[in-house]
Protein backbone atom coordinates (compact mmCIF):
# COMPACT_ATOMS: atom_id res chain seq x y z
CA UNK A 1 0.00 0.00 0.00
CA UNK A 2 2.30 2.86 -1.06
CA UNK A 3 1.27 6.17 -3.38
CA UNK A 4 3.18 8.74 -4.72
CA UNK A 5 1.08 12.09 -5.50
CA UNK A 6 2.97 14.86 -7.27
CA UNK A 7 1.29 18.29 -6.65
CA UNK A 8 2.52 21.11 -8.53
CA UNK A 9 3.66 24.98 -7.98
CA UNK A 10 1.08 28.01 -8.11
CA UNK A 11 0.82 30.90 -8.58
CA UNK A 12 -1.16 33.38 -5.92
CA UNK A 13 -2.94 36.44 -6.69
CA UNK A 14 -2.04 36.77 -10.14
CA UNK A 15 -1.26 40.53 -9.60
CA UNK A 16 -4.90 41.98 -8.83
CA UNK A 17 -6.51 39.53 -6.83
CA UNK A 18 -4.80 39.44 -3.82
CA UNK A 19 -5.71 35.97 -1.84
CA UNK A 20 -8.49 35.08 -4.21
CA UNK A 21 -6.65 34.01 -7.56
CA UNK A 22 -4.47 31.88 -8.58
CA UNK A 23 -3.33 28.96 -11.24
CA UNK A 24 -1.11 26.15 -11.16
CA UNK A 25 2.12 25.65 -13.32
CA UNK A 26 3.45 21.63 -14.68
CA UNK A 27 6.66 22.28 -13.53
CA UNK A 28 8.02 22.64 -10.22
CA UNK A 29 6.24 20.42 -8.24
CA UNK A 30 6.54 18.32 -4.73
CA UNK A 31 6.35 14.59 -4.11
CA UNK A 32 4.81 12.80 -1.45
CA UNK A 33 5.52 9.11 -1.22
CA UNK A 34 2.98 7.56 1.80
CA UNK A 35 2.59 4.06 3.36
CA UNK A 36 0.58 2.00 5.07
CA UNK A 37 1.62 1.24 8.82
CA UNK A 38 0.32 -0.86 11.26
CA UNK A 39 0.40 1.45 14.28
CA UNK A 40 -1.63 4.21 14.24
CA UNK A 41 -0.72 7.90 13.69
CA UNK A 42 1.16 10.07 11.12
CA UNK A 43 4.78 9.83 11.34
CA UNK A 44 7.77 11.78 8.68
CA UNK A 45 9.89 9.05 7.87
CA UNK A 46 11.98 11.41 5.46
CA UNK A 47 12.49 14.71 4.01
CA UNK A 48 14.73 15.71 0.76
CA UNK A 49 15.37 18.68 -0.83
CA UNK A 50 14.87 21.11 2.21
CA UNK A 51 18.10 21.80 3.40
CA UNK A 52 17.29 20.80 6.62
CA UNK A 53 14.74 23.65 7.07
CA UNK A 54 11.06 21.66 7.76
CA UNK A 55 10.75 20.06 10.88
CA UNK A 56 10.36 16.23 11.16
CA UNK A 57 7.86 16.98 14.08
CA UNK A 58 4.75 15.35 12.57
CA UNK A 59 2.10 17.69 14.40
CA UNK A 60 4.70 20.86 13.21
CA UNK A 61 4.97 19.55 9.44
CA UNK A 62 2.29 20.80 7.57
CA UNK A 63 1.81 17.73 4.97
CA UNK A 64 1.25 15.33 8.57
CA UNK A 65 -0.59 17.91 10.79
CA UNK A 66 -3.02 18.68 7.67
CA UNK A 67 -3.45 14.72 7.43
CA UNK A 68 -4.06 14.42 10.79
CA UNK A 69 -6.32 16.97 11.04
CA UNK A 70 -8.08 15.14 7.90
CA UNK A 71 -8.20 11.63 9.62
CA UNK A 72 -9.85 13.36 12.52
CA UNK A 73 -12.69 15.16 10.85
CA UNK A 74 -13.10 11.99 8.63
CA UNK A 75 -13.08 9.52 11.93
CA UNK A 76 -9.97 7.34 11.37
CA UNK A 77 -7.39 8.00 13.75
CA UNK A 78 -7.46 4.65 13.58
CA UNK A 79 -4.76 4.48 10.04
CA UNK A 80 -1.43 4.67 10.55
CA UNK A 81 0.86 6.34 7.79
CA UNK A 82 4.87 7.18 6.85
CA UNK A 83 5.45 10.15 4.70
CA UNK A 84 8.51 10.53 2.97
CA UNK A 85 8.54 14.46 1.35
CA UNK A 86 10.67 15.56 -1.38
CA UNK A 87 10.93 18.65 -1.88
CA UNK A 88 11.69 19.94 -5.37
CA UNK A 89 11.08 23.28 -5.43
CA UNK A 90 12.50 26.13 -3.20
CA UNK A 91 11.00 27.08 0.22
CA UNK A 92 9.92 30.57 0.50
CA UNK A 93 9.86 31.31 -2.91
CA UNK A 94 6.72 32.62 -3.65
CA UNK A 95 5.69 29.73 -5.90
CA UNK A 96 3.30 28.02 -3.02
CA UNK A 97 5.67 25.33 -1.78
CA UNK A 98 4.18 24.46 1.53
CA UNK A 99 0.52 24.22 -0.56
CA UNK A 100 2.40 21.67 -3.13
CA UNK A 101 3.51 19.46 -0.50
CA UNK A 102 0.47 19.66 2.13
CA UNK A 103 -2.02 19.20 -0.87
CA UNK A 104 0.40 15.71 -2.06
CA UNK A 105 -0.33 14.53 1.78
CA UNK A 106 -3.98 15.23 1.15
CA UNK A 107 -4.13 13.95 -1.99
CA UNK A 108 -2.20 10.58 -1.08
CA UNK A 109 -4.10 9.76 2.26
CA UNK A 110 -7.84 10.71 0.24
CA UNK A 111 -7.09 8.33 -2.49
CA UNK A 112 -5.64 5.35 0.05
CA UNK A 113 -9.04 5.64 1.80
CA UNK A 114 -10.85 5.30 -1.43
CA UNK A 115 -11.99 9.19 -1.41
CA UNK A 116 -13.98 9.93 1.18
CA UNK A 117 -14.08 13.45 0.26
CA UNK A 118 -14.01 14.96 -2.74
CA UNK A 119 -10.94 17.66 -4.40
CA UNK A 120 -12.82 20.64 -3.62
CA UNK A 121 -13.95 19.12 0.16
CA UNK A 122 -10.15 18.89 0.60
CA UNK A 123 -9.56 22.33 0.35
CA UNK A 124 -10.31 23.85 3.79
CA UNK A 125 -7.62 20.64 5.16
CA UNK A 126 -5.09 22.23 2.93
CA UNK A 127 -6.00 25.78 4.14
CA UNK A 128 -5.21 24.53 8.24
CA UNK A 129 -1.88 23.79 6.39
CA UNK A 130 -1.06 27.32 5.36
CA UNK A 131 -2.52 28.61 8.59
CA UNK A 132 0.25 26.44 9.91
CA UNK A 133 2.93 27.59 7.39
CA UNK A 134 2.46 31.56 7.56
CA UNK A 135 -0.07 32.55 10.31
CA UNK A 136 -2.89 32.52 7.53
CA UNK A 137 -5.48 30.11 5.67
CA UNK A 138 -5.19 31.70 2.57
CA UNK A 139 -6.70 29.65 -0.28
CA UNK A 140 -5.00 30.99 -3.64
CA UNK A 141 -1.96 28.48 -4.28
CA UNK A 142 -4.01 25.24 -2.30
CA UNK A 143 -7.18 25.31 -4.29
CA UNK A 144 -5.45 25.81 -8.01
CA UNK A 145 -2.89 23.14 -6.62
CA UNK A 146 -6.22 20.39 -5.90
CA UNK A 147 -7.96 21.63 -8.95
CA UNK A 148 -5.39 22.93 -11.34
CA UNK A 149 -5.90 25.38 -13.83
CA UNK A 150 -7.14 28.97 -12.40
CA UNK A 151 -9.30 29.44 -9.58
CA UNK A 152 -11.33 31.98 -8.15
CA UNK A 153 -11.64 32.22 -4.67
CA UNK A 154 -15.09 34.31 -5.11
CA UNK A 155 -15.79 34.11 -1.22
CA UNK A 156 -14.10 32.32 1.73
CA UNK A 157 -17.19 32.43 4.41
CA UNK A 158 -18.65 30.10 2.72
CA UNK A 159 -15.70 28.37 0.49
CA UNK A 160 -16.60 29.42 -2.93
CA UNK A 161 -14.50 28.13 -5.95
CA UNK A 162 -14.94 28.76 -9.62
CA UNK A 163 -12.50 27.43 -12.30
CA UNK A 164 -11.80 29.36 -14.68
CA UNK A 165 -11.03 29.00 -18.39
CA UNK A 166 -7.92 30.31 -19.72
CA UNK A 167 -6.63 30.62 -23.16
CA UNK A 168 -4.20 27.56 -24.24
CA UNK A 169 -1.45 29.52 -25.91
CA UNK A 170 -0.74 31.11 -22.51
CA UNK A 171 3.01 30.68 -21.30
CA UNK A 172 4.11 31.09 -17.61
CA UNK A 173 7.82 32.56 -17.13
CA UNK A 174 9.15 32.26 -13.74
CA UNK A 175 12.21 33.49 -11.73
CA UNK A 176 13.03 33.14 -8.25
CA UNK A 177 15.46 35.46 -6.91
CA UNK A 178 17.14 33.91 -3.93
CA UNK A 179 16.24 36.52 -1.76
CA UNK A 180 14.60 35.74 1.69
CA UNK A 181 10.89 36.98 1.85
CA UNK A 182 9.38 34.93 4.49
CA UNK A 183 5.33 34.91 3.39
CA UNK A 184 4.24 35.86 7.31
CA UNK A 185 6.44 39.01 6.73
CA UNK A 186 5.27 39.85 3.24
CA UNK A 187 1.64 40.06 4.74
CA UNK A 188 2.20 41.86 8.01
CA UNK A 189 3.55 44.66 6.02
CA UNK A 190 0.42 45.33 3.65
CA UNK A 191 -1.60 48.20 5.20
CA UNK A 192 -5.19 46.99 6.25
CA UNK A 193 -6.82 49.55 4.71
CA UNK A 194 -7.50 50.65 1.59
CA UNK A 195 -8.94 54.35 -0.37
CA UNK A 196 -11.85 53.93 -2.44
CA UNK A 197 -10.43 55.43 -5.42
CA UNK A 198 -7.62 52.55 -5.26
CA UNK A 199 -10.45 49.90 -4.61
CA UNK A 200 -12.13 51.18 -7.76
CA UNK A 201 -9.21 50.87 -9.79
CA UNK A 202 -8.49 47.08 -8.13
CA UNK A 203 -11.79 45.98 -8.68
CA UNK A 204 -11.99 47.38 -12.28
CA UNK A 205 -8.39 45.35 -12.68
CA UNK A 206 -9.71 41.97 -11.37
CA UNK A 207 -12.81 42.26 -13.47
CA UNK A 208 -10.87 42.83 -16.66
CA UNK A 209 -8.67 39.94 -15.53
CA UNK A 210 -10.98 37.67 -15.51
CA UNK A 211 -13.02 39.02 -18.34
CA UNK A 212 -9.82 38.70 -20.64
CA UNK A 213 -9.64 34.87 -18.98
CA UNK A 214 -13.12 33.65 -20.43
CA UNK A 215 -12.66 36.17 -23.75
CA UNK A 216 -9.36 34.39 -24.32
CA UNK A 217 -8.22 38.27 -25.01
CA UNK A 218 -4.45 38.38 -23.90
CA UNK A 219 -4.29 41.76 -24.79
CA UNK A 220 -7.47 42.96 -21.63
CA UNK A 221 -5.44 40.11 -19.45
CA UNK A 222 -2.29 41.94 -20.00
CA UNK A 223 -3.77 45.09 -19.14
CA UNK A 224 -5.56 44.58 -16.08
CA UNK A 225 -2.68 42.88 -14.44
CA UNK A 226 -1.68 45.93 -12.39
CA UNK A 227 -1.82 46.26 -8.79
CA UNK A 228 -2.23 49.47 -6.80
CA UNK A 229 -3.02 47.48 -3.16
CA UNK A 230 -0.17 44.92 -2.52
CA UNK A 231 2.53 45.36 -5.11
CA UNK A 232 3.59 49.32 -3.98
CA UNK A 233 4.33 47.77 -0.40
CA UNK A 234 5.66 44.25 -1.46
CA UNK A 235 8.05 45.36 -4.23
CA UNK A 236 10.91 46.80 -2.62
CA UNK A 237 11.39 43.06 -1.08
CA UNK A 238 12.53 42.17 -4.40
CA UNK A 239 15.89 43.60 -6.02
CA UNK A 240 15.26 45.91 -8.65
CA UNK A 241 11.86 45.34 -9.10
CA UNK A 242 10.55 48.12 -11.37
CA UNK A 243 13.94 47.60 -13.71
CA UNK A 244 12.85 43.83 -13.97
CA UNK A 245 9.40 44.57 -15.29
CA UNK A 246 11.08 46.58 -17.94
CA UNK A 247 13.25 43.89 -18.58
CA UNK A 248 10.60 41.59 -19.04
CA UNK A 249 8.15 43.73 -20.94
CA UNK A 250 11.20 44.95 -23.56
CA UNK A 251 11.41 40.99 -24.08
CA UNK A 252 8.02 40.72 -25.01
CA UNK A 253 5.89 39.73 -21.61
CA UNK A 254 2.48 40.28 -21.60
CA UNK A 255 2.38 41.39 -17.91
CA UNK A 256 4.83 40.77 -15.12
CA UNK A 257 4.04 40.90 -11.29
CA UNK A 258 5.14 39.38 -8.50
CA UNK A 259 4.30 35.13 -7.50
CA UNK A 260 2.56 34.88 -3.98
CA UNK A 261 4.25 36.66 -1.48
CA UNK A 262 7.49 36.69 -3.19
CA UNK A 263 10.44 37.23 -4.03
CA UNK A 264 9.06 35.00 -7.14
CA UNK A 265 8.31 37.21 -10.23
CA UNK A 266 6.00 36.15 -13.20
CA UNK A 267 5.09 36.52 -16.51
CA UNK A 268 2.81 36.03 -19.04
CA UNK A 269 3.64 35.09 -22.96
CA UNK A 270 2.12 34.30 -25.74
CA UNK A 271 4.54 31.56 -26.75
CA UNK A 272 7.56 29.52 -24.84
CA UNK A 273 10.11 31.25 -26.91
CA UNK A 274 8.82 34.56 -25.60
CA UNK A 275 8.83 32.69 -21.54
CA UNK A 276 12.62 31.54 -22.33
CA UNK A 277 13.59 35.16 -23.42
CA UNK A 278 12.01 36.54 -20.45
CA UNK A 279 13.73 34.30 -18.04
CA UNK A 280 17.31 34.33 -19.55
CA UNK A 281 17.00 38.64 -19.67
CA UNK A 282 15.72 38.70 -15.92
CA UNK A 283 18.24 35.81 -14.76
CA UNK A 284 21.23 38.09 -16.41
CA UNK A 285 19.95 41.30 -14.93
CA UNK A 286 20.55 39.36 -11.33
CA UNK A 287 23.01 37.90 -12.43
CA UNK A 288 25.19 41.52 -12.79
CA UNK A 289 23.82 42.28 -9.07
CA UNK A 290 25.34 38.76 -7.68
CA UNK A 291 22.11 37.46 -7.04
CA UNK A 292 21.40 33.90 -8.39
CA UNK A 293 18.07 32.74 -9.56
CA UNK A 294 16.15 29.81 -10.61
CA UNK A 295 13.76 29.78 -13.67
CA UNK A 296 10.47 28.19 -14.55
CA UNK A 297 8.89 28.07 -18.06
CA UNK A 298 5.59 26.31 -18.20
CA UNK A 299 3.02 26.13 -20.02
CA UNK A 300 -0.68 27.57 -17.37
N1 LIG B 1 -2.19 35.50 -1.26
C1 LIG B 1 -1.02 35.14 -0.50
C2 LIG B 1 -0.20 36.39 -0.22
C3 LIG B 1 -0.21 34.14 -1.26
O1 LIG B 1 -0.02 37.18 -1.15
O2 LIG B 1 0.24 36.58 0.90
C4 LIG B 1 1.09 33.81 -0.63
O3 LIG B 1 1.10 32.57 -0.07
Keep these: DTIRVFAPATVANVVCGFDILGFAVDAPGDEVIMRRKAEPGVTITKITGDEGRLPMDAAKNTVSASVQHYLKHIERTDIGVEIELHKKMPIGSGLGSSSASTVAGLFAINTMLDEPLTRDEL ?20 APALLGGFVLIRSYEPLDLIKLPYPESLYCAIVFPDVDVPTRDARQMIRSKVLLKDAVIQWGNVAGLVSGLFMKDIDLIGRSMKDVLVEPVRSILIPDFYKLRETAMEAGAVSFGISGSGPSVFSFARDEETANRITSRIQKHLSERQIGSLTYVSPV
Design 123 to 142: VPFAMKGEELACGSGHADNV
